[in-house]
DNA sequence: TATTACCCTACTAATTCTATAGGAGTAAAG
DNA sequence: CTTTACTCCTATAGAATTAGTAGGGTAATA
């Protein structure tokens, strides 16, 4: 299941992706808009923010505002920041990989070999799914 | 992440589908082999027995046996029993359906449009991966 | 300097995951 | 017919994660 945090993150990432480019929104804004906890949310941009994917502007009218053109937010990174790593097992994880406790041969593993297939084709989909795809609906 | 419970079942499903068809092979053995607690192996079995995957015999030289041929056991039925819905949001579920609360329409839902791909490729993986192809490493 | 809005830490409530406990019931072997 | 070796089933508890709340601090702007 795609924890909370993901959806209310990619939904507020897409409502910024349909603003005027650098122009900063505010956090009660995007609550209101997408129902959306206030104080959730705050923390859900914070973390963005810290990833690199927003900037934020303080004081009156300050606000969040998404630093790249939406074509280049690939999915990837977002869910990587705020879903964490792809990959359903660690085994198979690119950027996180730990071997599994109870484990003794990989290769071996029934488990193992179905994950990468379905890392690769979840990857695939993030990897050609950008902010700019997501909002042309 | 992928919970415990559907490794361990996978592993479990992998061990007996290498056995001699209609054979028990008794918890405590496939515990052993598998590195899995034998009493959480034990729930895990009981839930697939329950899903129909799994049949069972009691008393001395009793355990569980598949019920079909490997070849016939898809992923798809597998993760659904011991991992819930395939789709990532509920919205997105072709058996276990349920609006979002926060979002008014799901047809302007990035998120909604995102977890549709998602969950088309996964289910694709799922359903043309059975036992027997797990077990041909 | 008053206001607006982000920044940050800490905490709590709820839920899910990962088992564990303990016994009841069943079948086969001696 | 009794022992042994199993499955069956309910209940529960500890750990971890998730989801959300509280409250004060800090910076920028008018």
Request: aromatic share 6%; charged share 25%.
């Amino acid at each position: 299941m795609l924890s909370k945090k993901t959806k209310y993150g990619i939904k507020a990432l897409t409502y910024l992706a349909k603003q005027e480019t650098g122009v900063p929104v505010s956090i009660a804004t995007i609550s209101e808009m997408e129902n959306i906890s206030l104080k959730f949310l705050e923390s859900i941009l914070l973390t963005l923010r810290k990833s690199g994917l927003l900037g934020s502007k303080k004081g009156k009218a300050g606000g969040y505002y998404l630093l790249k053109d939406p074509k280049d937010v690939k999915m990837t990174m977002v869910m990587r920041v705020l879903e964490g790593p792809i990959a359903m097992v660690s085994c198979v994880s690119l950027n996180y990989y730990e071997k599994c406790a109870d484990c003794p041969d990989e290769t071996a593993c029934a488990v193992h070999h179905l994950m990468i297939r379905v890392r690769d084709s979840n990857l695939k989909i993030y990897g050609e799914t950008s902010l700019a795809d997501l909002i042309s609906y």
